[in-house]
């Protein structure tokens, strides 16, 4: 549902005032401070509804020296240390066409909610949760800051192209007609080694261990490319991998993962009827319940949709209260577009 009111209007923080006492969980995505001169902050939630959670999510957080900067994904990205881990070793480092961090940001978001949640119905109360984009981004991290600092700065994880710089061979690799990502780990070398029909690279001098792989990189992805290009398809390739329990995938552009089987049968790529757009695919919800089978119907609401409905059934507005917020422009409401053909 949709509340939709003009904050540069007083009565509009009171009607925020007013719901408070009757949500759970309050959420902001303002810079740091804003909130509090709204006269919304924490200690004014916490009064109004002691058993409330709120969740701030902002760029840097609510402490520290860039938090009062402004930011988006890419920003906090390049300040975590991952836009430098994107790209060709001695070129440019890259953007990712997709929000990583947005959408990571927003599932911590979630997992702290939820965990605040929990901890409310062991009689504990509402709590205030920080979430940024920026420790979002670096919890990402899974080995390259252990790297570092496990090696007193010897190690200095950066972008290595499409190679892995410590693990070999892992990365993207030529095929027949496209690229191929492939994976081989200690458990997974002497199958590799098996499905091009090279066995005795298995125990190559030059090959046997992970570090002399990395060593001696570039006549391994050679050896590997060279058996890609003699197969008679890059399916084929790939069938042979995973016969031998190799991990394998294509290099699947959006399109072509919007339309594999696999992603249709578990619904994550679902579509959804819109009322404005019509049918539309978005990415399904990538969790899977065992006693909440079914999918939800998802129709997101236009702007103050529900205007009246929360301040009659909620905080029992009387009609002529509402029509009177509404005339002085304190509700804003965004008229719906005819129904999509």
């Known amino acids: 549902q949709s509340l939709c009111l003009d904050f540069s209007k007083p009565e509009s923080k009171q009607i925020i005032r ?139 994880p950066t972008r290595s192209g499409q190679h892995h710089f410590a693990v070999a061979p892992l990365g993207l690799f030529q095929g027949k007609t496209t690229q191929i990502v492939i994976i081989a780990l200690v458990n997974q070398w002497q199958n590799l080694c098996k499905a091009i029909g090279r066995p005795e690279l298995a125990d190559d001098p030059r090959f046997a261990k992970n570090d002399q792989r990395v060593e001696n990189m570039e006549e391994l992805i050679e050896i590997i490319e060279s058996w890609l290009a003699s197969m008679p398809s890059d399916e084929e390739s790939i069938k042979i991998l995973q016969e031998h329990r190799v991990p394998v995938a294509p290099m699947l552009s959006v399109a072509e993962a919007m339309a594999h089987p696999h992603l249709k049968e578990r619904n994550t790529v679902r579509t959804v009827s819109d009322r404005a757009f019509g049918d539309v695919e978005i990415p399904g919800m990538p969790l899977r319940f065992s006693q909440f089978p079914d999918l939800l119907p998802l129709e997101a609401a236009f702007l103050g949709e529900d205007n009246e409905q929360i301040l009659g059934d909620v905080l029992g507005y009387e009609g002529s209260r509402i029509g009177e917020l509404r005339s002085q422009g304190v509700l804003v409401a965004k008229a719906a577009p005819p129904p999509a053909a």
Not at 62 to 73: A, E, I, N, V
Not at 87 to 94: F, L, R, T
Not at 109 to 129: M, T
């Open 18 to 156: 007013d719901l408070i006492p009757h949500v759970d969980v309050v959420m902001e995505n303002y810079s740091p401070g804003v909130i509090a001169k709204l006269g919304l902050d924490w200690e004014t939630v916490h009064e109004l509804n002691p058993e409330c959670i709120m969740c701030s999510l902002s760029a840097f957080g609510q402490t520290g020296p860039l938090s009062s900067l402004s930011g988006f994904d890419y920003i906090a990205q390049a300040y975590a240390g991952v836009t430098s881990m994107i790209g060709e070793k001695d070129g440019p480092a890259y953007l990712p066409m997709l929000g990583l961090g947005d959408v990571n940001t927003g599932v911590h978001a979630l997992a702290s909610i939820n965990a605040a949640l929990f901890h409310r119905e062991r009689g504990h109360g509402g709590q205030y949760l920080d979430v940024s984009l920026l420790d979002a981004y670096f919890h990402c991290h899974e080995v390259n800051v252990q790297m570092y600092s496990g090696s007193g700065g010897e190690i200095e």
